[in-house]
């Protein structure tokens, strides 16, 4: 192996990489002089519904199916982490790493020119532009705990004619059953130097209360990201 990184890592053999790699690779020349861009802001989008909506984005300006330009797209945000500084492709030529992926993953001598201009491009921007979009992330998550994963479901509530007080005879407890009521069950796993759970239970007004300060909050963090955007351009 030429590269760092392919000497570190064995992806031959990985279940998506050999996939994704040729068909980044397969790609004609204008389309990955122009995926660049495309790449980074997908890096950057928040949310899988935005990474959904650049990809479509993407589609539609490069005129290429979905199919092939996910996997494009994923393997390519993959290598801009790690041609990052800290990543493991950082001291790597794109020159090293076509040599590796060519030989690797039986990618065409025809295609080694244009992916490797395409790593040259996606190297510049890693060492300019993720460096301090991954600075900004890890200040998102440092300091307080942080949300790992989200877990719903609905549970139906038993409603008795009566309730049992310890003091009372049990022999003499005969409730009925009235009827039963909905209760949202939320799991939420937090992340903070140990992974917890915490579970609540929300009903319809609670439920919409906390949909419209998460919402509320949404539209502030957005006011906040243009405003930074506008003073770092």
């Known amino acids: 192996m030429e590269s760092t990184f392919f000497s570190k890592n064995d992806l031959a053999d990985h279940k998506s990489f050999p996939r994704d790699i040729r068909c980044l690779a397969q790609l004609p020349s204008e389309t990955l002089a122009a995926l660049p861009r495309h790449v980074l802001t997908a890096f950057q989008a928040p949310t899988n519904a ?14 290429q199916p979905r199919a092939v330009l996910d996997h494009a797209l994923d393997v390519a945000q993959f290598l801009l982490r790690e041609l990052a500084p800290k990543g493991e492709a950082a001291s790597d030529t794109p020159e090293s790493l076509v040599s590796d992926i060519r030989d690797t993953f039986e990618v065409p001598e025809a295609a080694q020119e ?14 300019r532009d993720v460096r301090l979009i991954l600075l900004k992330r890890a200040h998102i998550t440092s300091g307080l705990p942080v949300l790992n994963a989200v877990a719903t479901k609905v549970d139906l509530r038993a409603v008795f004619s009566e309730e049992y007080k310890y003091h009372e005879d049990v022999a003499q407890f005969s409730p009925e059953l009235v009827g039963t009521v909905p209760v949202g069950i939320v799991e939420l796993t937090i992340h903070g130097g140990e992974t917890e759970k915490v579970l609540l239970q929300l009903n319809r007004r609670t439920l919409q209360i ?15 990201e243009r405003a930074t955007q506008t003073l770092e351009d």
């Open 210 to 224: 906390l949909q419209d300060h998460l919402a509320a909050l949404q539209k502030q963090i957005s006011i906040v």
């Open 114 to 127: 244009g992916l490797t201009t395409f790593l040259r491009e996606l190297k510049d921007m890693a060492q």
């Open 50 to 63: 935005e990474t959904d909506t650049v990809y479509s984005e993407a589609a539609e300006a490069l005129a």
